[in-house]
Every structure is written in C-alpha cells, then in structure tokens.
T-cell receptor, first 116, second 115 residues
Framework: AQSVTQLGSHVSVSEGALVLLRCNYSSSVPPYLFWYVQYPNQGLQLLLKYTTGATLVKGINGFEAEFKKSETSFHLTKPSAHMSDAAEYFCAVSGFPSGGSYIPTFGRGTSLIVHP | DVKVTQSSRYLVKRTGEKVFLECVQDMDHENMFWYRQDPGLGLRLIYFSYDVKMKEKGDIPEGYSVSREKKERFSLILESASTNQTSMYLC??????????????FGPGTRLTVL
C-alpha cells in the first residue's frame, strides 16, 4: 500500500521569502514521486517528478524537490516566492501496481498563500 | 499542445437526474481517470480505465459508473444524482499502465451542483 501526507493544509509566506511545502510518503517499493499545482478554477499541472537518478529534481517556475529515501520525504521548495505562486499544491506517489496498473495516490493538498 | 477537455465547466442538476460527464484526450493515452475533489480531502479516485471497454473501481465508486467505448473518450455517469455528489470532478489521462513514472494530464474540471 502507498500513502502521502502533506503537512499543513495552508502555508503562508511573504513575497520574496522561501517556500517550503512538506510531503512524506509510504511505499513498499521504490516510489515515483510527483508535485502538481492547481491554480484557481483550473485542473492540475505537473510541476516536477522523480523517477530514478538524481535525487534533486528541478521543475517549472523555479521549484525544486529533493527525494530523501531515509526520511521518506519529497519536500518542495522555491527560494523566493512570487505572488503568482499562490495556488494549491499536491504531492503524489506511484510505486505499487494495482492489478498491473500504477495508480497514483495523492495527498490532501497544501494551499500556498503569498502576502505582498 | 497536449490536451484533456471536459464537456462542461459548470453544471447544475436536480436530485434524481441522470448526469453524464464527458472527457476527451488527444494524446493517444492508454490510461484515463475520474477523480472528485472536495476541500480538505484532496483528490479521490472514482474509476480508471487502462484500455477501451476496460475499467477498474477506485476508492469511491459508489453511485457512479463509467464508459469507455473509444480510446480518447471516458465518460462518468451519475445514475441518480444526489446532493452529496456536489463536487468538482476532474478527468486525467496518462500514457501507459505499465510504469509508474508517467505523469497525469488533467482537464480543467467540471463543478457539479446537485440541488
């Protein structure tokens, strides 16, 4: 079985400050990990993903995440928040096939609020 | 540009009505998914399909059915809509079922209100 925990349903930062969104996962096998972003009234879009290889993954819009196997974590960071980063962020894990298909499990999401 | 489209952005229906939500993808993807999104609960999988005419139940299939007659189209059906099915419905697709590293592509969502 696999699961995802996102710590903090809401994270509030000032514009220009560091963004840190936390994601911990559980998976019985080496996982594939994803971060998606959802802007208001839109569907989700991929920010970045980890499959194999380098554990520091860079994504779009200046975001990056580091896969830490020992901590079972995949936290999302951005050095300097911008007002346009205000959105809902979802972490997802896909590591265990169900009936031969890999079905991702999503966290409950973290709403990022950026103050001027 | 890859695209997943959903038939309606907003839909208002009455209790007991039969509701059809349509999703089309133009990427020749094998997998298609239906989720519902509710505040504080994240995305919950209703059904997914890994091939034409093939479907598997997700975490919350009760009250829903699906149809996939063509590879590019995946329909979600609410046989008799109820107020507790008021939600945002998201369709997604991904390339193949055989690897977990494929990302999903999402449609814009349908906000369904059942009165």
């Amino acid at each position: 079985a696999q699961s995802v925990t996102q710590l903090g349903s809401h994270v509030s930062v000032s514009e220009g400050a560091l963004v840190l969104l936390r994601c911990n996962y559980s998976s019985s096998v080496p996982p594939y990990l994803f971060w998606y972003v959802q802007y208001p009234n839109q569907g989700l879009q991929l920010l970045l993903k980890y499959t194999t290889g380098a554990t520091l993954v860079k994504g779009i819009n200046g975001f990056e995440a580091e896969f830490k196997k020992s901590e079972t974590s995949f936290h999302l960071t951005k050095p300097s928040a911008h007002m346009s980063d205000a959105a809902e962020y979802f972490c997802a894990v896909s590591g265990f096939p169900s009936g031969g298909s890999y079905i991702p499990t999503f966290g409950r999401g973290t709403s990022l609020i950026v103050h001027p | 540009d890859v695209k997943v489209t959903q038939s309606s952005r907003y839909l208002v229906k009455r209790t007991g009505e039969k509701v059809f939500l349509e999703c089309v993808q133009d990427m020749d993807h094998e997998n298609m998914f239906w989720y519902r999104q509710d505040p504080g609960l994240g995305l919950r999988l209703i059904y997914f399909s890994y091939d034409v005419k093939m479907k598997e139940k997700g975490d919350i299939p009760e009250g829903y059915s699906v149809s996939r007659e063509k590879k590019e189209r995946f329909s979600l059906i609410l046989e008799s809509a109820s107020t507790n099915q008021t939600s945002m419905y998201l369709c997604a697709s991904s390339l193949t079922a055989g690897t977990g590293g494929n990302e999903q592509f999402f449609g814009p969502g349908t906000r369904l209100t059942v009165l």
